[in-house]
């Protein structure tokens, strides 16, 4: 697959930040742009997925390395 | 987004350091999933539409703050949480525990709030009270009463009391 069109490192950051953050720059970026999301919040799963179904942005992966998480997001068309 | 747009309201009542983290976290975080958001600023809550904010915690009458030190969770007994410098000691405390794990400040939350759009109301009746005018808020607040309020809660399917 081809690479991400951005990607946000909310490392480090908690609950609510990597959520606004990753609506920031979803809201400067084309619709079906893709969005990866690197996290630490160990909420973020439940928290990315709940974000997409309410907004219809897509999340299309979500995988764990070690205590990072990464998602990858899709901007609604 | 496919829906019709949803609405969430809010009437935000207390200003301590630690109260003022529900409102703003689930205003901003509500903008961001595409809800339109009111919050109602009254009585404690008010200071927190300041320019200059200035938010302290106090462990007096509080058995359920308990932070933690040295491996385990401390409470302040109210006999020491009365001590002059207690609630500026818990503050800075809370504010440093805040700083480390990565936590949002209340103005960085407070920020992005007005940069989404929420609307930012601020309690005529308690700004004359308390001795408060437009010019001490900051940009963008907007002044009403209960109708105001009702009025919002009315479109909105969240309605909180915080």
Not at chain 1, 41 to 69: I, K
Not at chain 2, 56 to 85: D, E, I, R, W, Y
Not at chain 2, 117 to 129: E, H, K, N, P
Request: proline share 6%; with cysteine.
């Amino acid at each position: 697959m081809n690479p991400p069109d951005q990607t946000l490192d909310a490392r480090g950051l908690k609950c609510p930040l990597p959520i606004l953050r990753a609506r920031k720059m979803l809201n400067a970026m084309q619709p079906g742009q893709r969005l990866e999301v690197l996290a630490t919040d160990s909420g973020s799963v439940r928290d990315f997925q709940a974000f997409c179904r309410a907004t219809g942005d897509v999340l299309l992966e979500h995988t764990a390395e070690g205590a990072v998480f990464r998602f990858l997001l899709s901007k609604a068309g | 987004m496919s829906e019709a747009p949803r609405g969430m309201s809010m009437i935000v009542t207390k200003g301590t350091l630690d109260w003022a983290y529900p409102p703003f976290v689930l205003a901003t975080t509500a903008a961001a999933m595409g809800y339109s958001v009111s919050m109602f600023f009254t009585f404690y809550g008010l200071p927190l539409l300041l320019r200059k904010l200035d938010l302290q915690v106090s462990p007096l009458g509080n058995p359920a703050m308990k932070l933690p030190v040295a491996g385990t969770h401390l409470g302040m007994p109210n006999l020491l949480a009365m001590l002059p410098f207690a609630d500026a000691g818990a503050t800075a405390m809370m504010q440093a525990m805040m700083r480390k794990q990565g936590v949002a400040s209340i103005e960085e939350l407070r920020e992005a709030a007005v940069e989404s759009g929420v609307r930012l109301i601020g309690c005529q009746m308690t700004m004359d009270l308390f001795g408060y005018g437009v010019g001490d808020m900051i940009e963008g607040v907007e002044v009403g009463g209960a109708a105001t309020y009702i009025e919002a809660a009315g479109e909105s399917r969240i309605n909180l009391f915080i």
